[in-house]
């Protein structure tokens, strides 16, 4: 807790406002939720990422949250308006792709952060336009033959599949490149990540640590394509209890017997390491096949055919690699100088000058999706012809 920045005194003194630009400057908005007031404060000129403070209106005091999340970079300026427990910041002059913000003040992943660490919490969240297919989180016991089936399933279908390569603090195998295969990371960096919530998993597996980042799902998504996993039954569990809603794939071998001969034939673990594996490989089937976390059973035998199954799981049996790709996302263009209001759950956009009332953007908020630690997917938006009273 603080004393109020001197210049906001005179602001808030009159009482709540919402979405309204301090006195003082273009690039402070306040939004009230409740008894909080939310203070976003950019430095206009576009040398300072937008810093948040809250004015607690029932104690009088301003609270200094832990802001979570990948926070806006600099902008012209910005505008706000409230969506229920997020608020839409929207940044001036920036680039298509990073116009879109959530600030999240009361959503559940903000709720639980709080709770956790037992301070004020906000989290910011990039809005992306359009929805991402499903990720594919793929699990199994080591050496049963998921990156093989992986592989496959990329060199067959290359614009359609991206992986999310992992963190781990395991050394690389001969053939395997940093930032390709795995990132590879010291520990206490890892560690300190983890703590930082970069990590939508992460789990110790065989005696190292390994984790998948927000970020490696989110850039994956953003190139347009379909997120593939290849993480642990732990890991899988935490996916499925977290915002991000996957298909879940456990790969089984044919025998205990067979399992140990092909992770003796791929000859990249000592001797000490393919015992450790195997003793893991028990438990893990016995979660993965006796759990409600996983929606397909896939008995890699014989590999061809575990393939086809896959395909035919994802619905790709028959798929014509060279059929035309899905539509480019689209982009939005906001206005530099705007001004935004809202009706139920869409945001209008005007120009900031009344005559040019007649290009408004219409961003729907009603299908939101995901959202901090990752992006917000699932808007929309339309251009339309119209002033704003005819909407009204
Ligand atoms: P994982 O990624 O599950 O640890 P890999 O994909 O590395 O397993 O496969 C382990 C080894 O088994 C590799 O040498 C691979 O070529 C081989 N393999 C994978 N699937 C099959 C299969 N169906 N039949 C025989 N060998 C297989
Ligand atoms: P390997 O060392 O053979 O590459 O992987 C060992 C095990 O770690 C595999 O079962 C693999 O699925 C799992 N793994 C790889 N990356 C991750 C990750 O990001 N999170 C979790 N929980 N497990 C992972």
Not at 93 to 105: A, M, P, T
Not at 180 to 190: A, P
Not at 302 to 328: I, M
Not at 363 to 392: N, Y
Request: hydrophobic share 35%.
């Amino acid at each position: 807790m603080g004393e109020a920045p001197a210049f906001l005194v005179d602001d808030l003194q009159d009482g709540p406002l919402n979405g309204l630009e301090l006195k003082n400057g273009t690039c402070k908005t306040t939004t009230t939720v409740g008894d909080k007031t939310y203070v976003t404060v950019g430095a206009g000129d576009g040398t300072l990422s937008i810093d948040v403070q809250i004015f607690d209106r029932s104690l009088g005091e301003w609270v200094h949250p832990t802001v979570l999340g990948t926070k806006p970079l600099s902008c012209k300026g910005h505008s706000a308006v409230l969506c229920e427990n997020r608020i839409l910041v929207l940044k001036k002059g920036s680039k298509s792709d990073d116009q879109i913000w959530f600030l999240e003040v009361d959503t559940e992943y903000v709720r639980q952060q709080r709770k956790k660490l037992g301070t004020e919490v906000v989290a910011w969240s990039k809005g992306v336009i359009g929805n991402a297919e499903k990720p594919i989180v793929i699990s199994g016991p080591s050496g049963v033959g998921k990156g093989t089936l992986i592989s496959m399933l990329m060199k067959e279908f290359p614009s359609m599949f991206g992986f999310s390569v992992s963190h781990t603090t395991r050394a690389p195998r001969n053939m395997e490149k940093d930032g390709v295969h795995y990132h590879f990371t010291d520990k206490s960096v890892m560690e300190k990540e983890i703590k930082n919530g970069k990590f939508l998993e992460f789990a110790s597996v065989h005696g190292n640590l390994y984790g998948t980042s927000v970020e490696a799902v989110e850039v994956v998504a953003d190139a347009g394509k379909r997120c593939i996993l290849d993480i642990d039954v732990q890991g899988a569990k935490s996916v499925r209890a977290s915002s991000l809603e996957a298909i879940f794939i456990f790969v089984c071998p044919p025998s205990m017997e067979e399992l140990e001969k092909r992770l003796r034939d791929r000859g990249t673990e000592t001797e000490e390491q393919i015992l450790k594996r195997l003793r893991n490989a028990k438990a893990e089937i016995e979660q993965g096949t006796s759990s409600n976390i996983f929606d397909f059973m896939l008995y890699n035998d014989k590999l061809e055919e575990s393939y086809e199954k896959l395909k035919k799981l994802l619905g790709l049996d028959g798929f014509v690699a060279a059929s035309p790709k899905s539509a480019a996302p689209r982009e939005i263009n906001l206005p530099l100088d705007h001004s935004v209001s809202k009706i139920d759950d869409k945001i209008i956009i005007s120009s900031g000058l009344e005559k040019e009332t007649k290009n408004l953007i219409m961003l729907d908020v009603s299908s939101l999706k995901g959202g901090a630690p990752g992006r917000t997917r699932g808007l929309d938006f339309q251009v339309i012809g119209a002033s704003l009273d005819k909407l009204c």
